[in-house]
């Protein structure tokens, strides 16, 4: 198993980057007193909101709330996974990402000499495209597929010749070379130690991951009546898991900046004539279904989803696979369509009769996934009688419950129950049952407090929050907290997170208030915190907001006082005095005094 990054990394990762030059690369700033603005990239607007701190190394927006740290923005941004954004801010400051090991305790294994080769193996290809005596026949396939120059350099287009050991030749004698071809699928050893090139006589399409690196190959044959495989892809390897790539993601993201949607297409050559006919949003899966890892990438790139099948039977039935992998992921602010070719026609040969514009109102016009899947449900039921809607909401039974709950699941189950002519509510209690009792289980009426515990608990919670924001502005205050577990006695909701949180600080006071909030990500309080971070301190004066701060903490060590006097009163209220025992009393005639 993949060991962790440890946080003591990532701490000094995020000292040693500035989130200005980060952003700064990316969208324009200009400086404003302290700070620097700029439009938000996440959200349209003309007017400025958008708040970059160096001193805090924090940005914050505030129309739309985003916020964060250089990996925030960095993942936000360039659609990047956690790891891959702290990889590309390590590479740009020169360090090495470690890992702390697993449970396995294996090693990590360096995988940059297979990356080093498969990018060398991409350019020998490329050469050959320009260079070989046999390259004319691929040239004039590609341009017999309609695909120019430009094109075909920016997907990387290459060509291996025929003969078995050209990439082999060209690597030379050097052993951990020839290792790495081996280990990444590019060349075949065979039992007797023999090795021979995997890919001959082929147009040769590279496979890129989300860094932009070479991993994987796909070839297409020249000839339409070769023995050999139409398509030849790459062996799954080290660094190449078809069930995880998407072919054609990383060239959508360099060639939008917002990307509206994602066309998902067959195969590699789809991708790239709908790229040559400028639609730039097509991936396609590698040989494989769709699958939850893909559909989660392709969410965290953009909004909307577009499935794009043929239109027979088989089309029916790979939709109705990727409908099934869909509905896990599927909730509001995600959408999914579905697409269905005219007969006979792929991507490629529909865009070039019909033109980019007529394809993409296709596009555009897709069949949402919720008729979709209705629609695919009621062909198996007779809806007019009750027998078969009996058996429509069978068959839906097992679908329904991957939903996520939430607004889209309630909106498809009313749907659902027009259809079965049956009350919305009463359908779900049959779909959801399980998951409603367990609810109901866990959120049993609690017992009301009186108004005045009411209103001073939401009083505490506000002088809690004014805290946090002040330690997320001044982290050196944290210094004049004294003992935060002492604070623990008080009750107080939520005051775990400030004892955790001077307890970082007092541990570590060079904590810049990026830094403090990438050791919240993904916990419940990130969210809160963060906007916390975001809003301007009341008070920009220095020794004022330690006065404040002080303050703060005094009245919160007081209301934790007055806390526990309350817990006494209600504990001896129903005992008598005189059945008081002598440290009762003491206790009690103390905490009164406070």
């Given at each position: 198993?993949?060991?962790?990054?440890?946080?003591s990394?990532i701490?000094?990762?995020?000292?040693?980057?500035?989130?200005?030059?980060v952003i700064d690369?990316r969208?324009?700033?200009k400086?404003k007193?302290?700070?620097?603005?700029a439009?938000?990239?996440?959200?349209?607007?003309k007017?400025p909101?958008?708040?970059v701190?160096?001193?805090?190394?924090?940005?914050y927006c505030?129309g739309?709330?985003?916020?964060?740290?250089?990996l925030?923005?960095?993942?936000?941004?360039?659609h990047?996974?956690?790891?891959?954004?702290?990889?590309?801010?390590?590479?740009q400051?020169?360090?090495?990402v470690?890992?702390?090991e697993?449970?396995?305790n294996?090693?990590r294994?360096?995988?940059?000499?297979?990356?080093?080769?498969?990018?060398?193996?991409?350019?020998?290809?490329?050469?050959?495209?320009r260079h070989?005596?046999?390259?004319q026949?691929?040239?004039?396939?590609?341009?017999?597929?309609g695909?120019s120059?430009?094109?075909?350099?920016?997907f990387?287009?290459?060509?291996?010749?025929?003969?078995?050991?050209?990439l082999?030749?060209h690597?030379?004698?050097?052993?951990?070379?020839?290792?790495a071809?081996t280990?990444?699928g590019?060349?075949?050893?065979?039992?007797d130690?023999?090795?021979?090139?995997?890919f001959?006589?082929?147009?040769?399409?590279?496979?890129?991951?989300?860094?932009?690196?070479?991993?994987?190959?796909?070839?297409?044959?020249?000839?339409?009546?070769?023995?050999?495989a139409?398509?030849?892809n790459?062996?799954?390897?080290?660094?190449?898991?078809?069930?995880?790539?998407?072919?054609?993601?990383y060239?959508?993201?360099?060639?939008?900046r917002d990307?509206?949607?994602?066309l998902?297409?067959?195969?590699?050559?789809?991708v790239?004539?709908?790229?040559?006919f400028?639609?730039?949003?097509?991936?396609?899966t590698?040989?494989?279904?769709?699958?939850?890892?893909?559909?989660?990438?392709?969410f965290?790139?953009?909004?909307e989803?577009?499935?794009?099948?043929d239109?027979d039977?088989a089309?029916?039935?790979?939709?109705e696979r990727?409908?099934?992998?869909?509905?896990?992921?599927i909730?509001e602010?995600?959408e999914?369509?579905?697409?269905?070719l005219?007969?006979?026609?792929d991507?490629?040969?529909?865009i070039?009769?019909?033109g980019?514009?007529?394809f993409?109102?296709?596009?555009k016009?897709?069949?949402p996934?919720?008729q979709?899947?209705?629609?695919?449900?009621?062909?198996?039921?007779?809806?007019?009688?009750?027998?078969?809607?009996?058996?429509?909401?069978e068959l839906?039974?097992?679908?329904?419950?991957?939903?996520?709950p939430?607004?889209?699941?309630?909106?498809?189950?009313?749907q659902?129950?027009?259809l079965?002519?049956m009350d919305?509510?009463?359908l779900a209690?049959?779909?959801?049952?399980s998951?409603?009792?367990a609810?109901?289980?866990e959120t049993?009426?609690?017992?009301?407090k009186?108004s005045?515990?009411?209103?001073?608990?939401?009083?505490?919670?506000?002088?809690?929050?004014?805290i946090?924001?002040?330690?997320l502005?001044?982290p050196?205050?944290?210094a004049?907290?004294?003992e935060?577990?002492?604070?623990?006695?008080?009750g107080?909701?939520?005051?775990?997170?400030?004892?955790?949180?001077l307890?970082?600080?007092?541990?570590?006071?060079?904590l810049?208030?990026?830094a403090?909030?990438e050791?919240?990500?993904?916990?419940?309080a990130?969210?809160?915190?963060?906007?916390?971070?975001g809003?301007?301190?009341?008070?920009?004066d220095?020794a004022?907001?330690m006065?404040?701060?002080e303050?703060?903490?005094?009245?919160?060590?007081?209301q934790?006082?007055?806390?526990?006097?309350?817990?006494?009163?209600?504990a001896?209220?129903n005992?008598?005095?005189?059945?008081?025992?002598?440290?009762?009393?003491n206790?009690?005639r103390?905490?009164?005094?406070?």
């Amino acid at each position: 198993m993949a060991g962790k990054i440890p946080q003591s990394f990532i701490d000094d990762l995020l000292a040693r980057t500035d989130v200005v030059d980060v952003i700064d690369s990316r969208v324009t700033l200009k400086k404003k007193g302290k700070d620097y603005m700029a439009c938000c990239p996440f959200h349209g607007e003309k007017t400025p909101s958008f708040s970059v701190s160096r001193e805090k190394q924090f940005y914050y927006c505030f129309g739309c709330g985003a916020s964060g740290s250089a990996l925030s923005f960095l993942m936000d941004y360039e659609h990047l996974g956690f790891v891959e954004a702290i990889e590309m801010l390590a590479s740009q400051a020169g360090m090495e990402v470690p890992r702390e090991e697993g449970e396995d305790n294996r090693p990590r294994v360096n995988y940059e000499p297979l990356y080093a080769q498969l990018e060398a193996s991409s350019l020998f290809f490329r050469e050959q495209l320009r260079h070989h005596p046999q390259a004319q026949r691929a040239i004039d396939y590609l341009k017999d597929r309609g695909l120019s120059g430009e094109i075909t350099t920016a997907f990387g287009i290459g060509f291996a010749p025929a003969g078995w050991d050209n990439l082999i030749k060209h690597v030379g004698d050097d052993p951990a070379k020839q290792q790495a071809l081996t280990t990444t699928g590019m060349v075949i050893e065979k039992d007797d130690g023999k090795r021979y090139d995997r890919f001959r006589d082929r147009i040769m399409i590279p496979i890129l991951d989300k860094r932009g690196r070479v991993i994987a190959f796909g070839g297409r044959v020249l000839d339409g009546d070769s023995q050999g495989a139409k398509y030849l892809n790459s062996p799954e390897t080290p660094i190449f898991h078809k069930g995880r790539e998407l072919y054609g993601l990383y060239q959508a993201r360099k060639a939008l900046r917002d990307i509206p949607r994602l066309l998902v297409v067959e195969g590699y050559m789809d991708v790239i004539a709908l790229a040559q006919f400028g639609v730039r949003y097509a991936v396609a899966t590698l040989g494989t279904a769709t699958t939850s890892e893909h559909l989660e990438q392709l969410f965290r790139a953009t909004d909307e989803v577009v499935f794009c099948f043929d239109g027979d039977r088989a089309g029916r039935a790979a939709a109705e696979r990727a409908l099934k992998n869909a509905l896990p992921v599927i909730r509001e602010g995600r959408e999914a369509k579905f697409l269905f070719l005219p007969d006979g026609e792929d991507p490629d040969s529909l865009i070039r009769r019909e033109g980019q514009a007529n394809f993409e109102t296709r596009v555009k016009k897709a069949m949402p996934l919720s008729q979709f899947l209705l629609e695919n449900l009621t062909d198996q039921a007779d809806i007019q009688s009750v027998d078969g809607r009996a058996r429509l909401l069978e068959l839906a039974r097992p679908l329904f419950s991957k939903f996520s709950p939430g607004i889209y699941r309630d909106l498809i189950t009313d749907q659902l129950a027009k259809l079965a002519e049956m009350d919305p509510d009463r359908l779900a209690g049959h779909l959801y049952k399980s998951e409603q009792a367990a609810s109901t289980a866990e959120t049993a009426t609690p017992q009301r407090k009186p108004s005045h515990v009411a209103a001073r608990t939401r009083a505490d919670n506000k002088i809690l929050g004014r805290i946090i924001q002040c330690l997320l502005h001044k982290p050196n205050l944290a210094a004049l907290a004294g003992e935060p577990a002492n604070l623990l006695s008080s009750g107080e909701p939520g005051v775990e997170i400030l004892v955790e949180l001077l307890g970082l600080l007092q541990a570590q006071p060079e904590l810049n208030t990026a830094a403090i909030i990438e050791h919240w990500r993904d916990k419940p309080a990130g969210a809160r915190m963060a906007e916390l971070a975001g809003q301007s301190p009341l008070l920009d004066d220095e020794a004022a907001l330690m006065h404040e701060f002080e303050a703060m903490m005094e009245s919160l060590r007081k209301q934790g006082q007055r806390r526990k006097l309350e817990a006494m009163h209600a504990a001896l209220s129903n005992k008598p005095y005189s059945e008081w025992s002598e440290e009762e009393k003491n206790s009690f005639r103390n905490q009164s005094l406070v």
